[in-house]
């Protein structure tokens, strides 16, 4: 069964500052990885995903993320950050199933931006 | 585009009594999700929908909550009865297939159990 962690429970950052959040995960194949964000009063959104091909995977709101095979991890990166991406956010893993795909969520990261 | 709607938003009632959520997903989605949240942690599968057919409920505790969608529209999760440690918000969440996990969630049910 596949896994995931997230060893950063809250990270502090200035704003205009780089952003790095961390996640690694358990897994036998080739893994489906997303990154999803949960505002304050919000539902989730999707952030971006990856499930093969370029390991550089770009998403909206200027994010990045990079999956890196030989560490196991999808770490998320924004080259600088805005107040407005304070909020908590969420690496998960999908285990393909026979028909469908399983997706199960890290613990999350919880992101505060000083002005 | 509407997205994934739930209700209610907010839901209080004493252990052992019982409470449905509502969701509808987007328009077209065959697969709907419902999650739940407990405060501090990620969202934990409960029951996972291809069409109207169960396809995961792994981790649905099946003496105190059960699902239905039917039609393959919109779908109800229920507790009876319910514990204290069902305290957590419930989000429904759908996508266009089974390949490629949850795409658009709803706001969610906060429940509380006093």
């Known amino acids: 069964a596949q896994s995931v962690t997230q060893p950063d429970i809250h990270i502090t950052v200035s704003e205009g500052a780089s952003l790095e959040l961390r996640c690694n995960y358990s897994y036998g194949a080739t893994p489906y990885l997303f990154w999803y964000v949960q505002s304050p009063g919000q539902g989730l959104q999707l952030l971006l995903k990856?499930?093969?091909?370029?390991?550089l995977v770009q998403g909206i709101k200027g994010f990045e993320a990079e999956f890196k095979r030989s560490q196991s991890s999808f770490n998320l990166r924004k080259p600088s950050v805005h107040w407005s991406d304070a909020a908590e956010y969420f690496c998960a893993v999908g285990e393909m199933k026979t028909s469908y795909d399983k997706v199960i969520f890290g613990p999350g990261t919880s992101l505060s931006v000083i002005p | 585009e509407a997205g994934v709607a739930q209700s209610p938003r907010y839901k209080i009632i004493e252990k052992r009594q019982s409470v449905a959520f509502w969701c509808n997903p987007i328009s077209g989605h065959a697969t709907l999700y419902w999650y739940q949240q407990i405060l501090g942690q990620g969202p934990k599968l409960l029951i996972q929908f291809q069409n109207n057919g169960v396809v995961d409920d792994s981790q649905l505790p099946k003496d105190r909550f059960s699902a239905e969608r039917l039609k393959g529209v919109d779908s109800t999760l229920k507790i009876q009865p319910a514990k204290l440690e069902d305290s957590a918000v419930y989000l429904c969440?759908?996508?266009?297939?089974?390949?490629?996990?949850?795409?658009?969630f709803g706001q969610g049910t906060r429940l509380t159990v006093v």
């Open positions: 969440a759908s996508s266009l297939d089974g390949s490629g996990g949850p795409a658009f």
């Open positions: 990856y499930f093969s091909g370029d390991t």
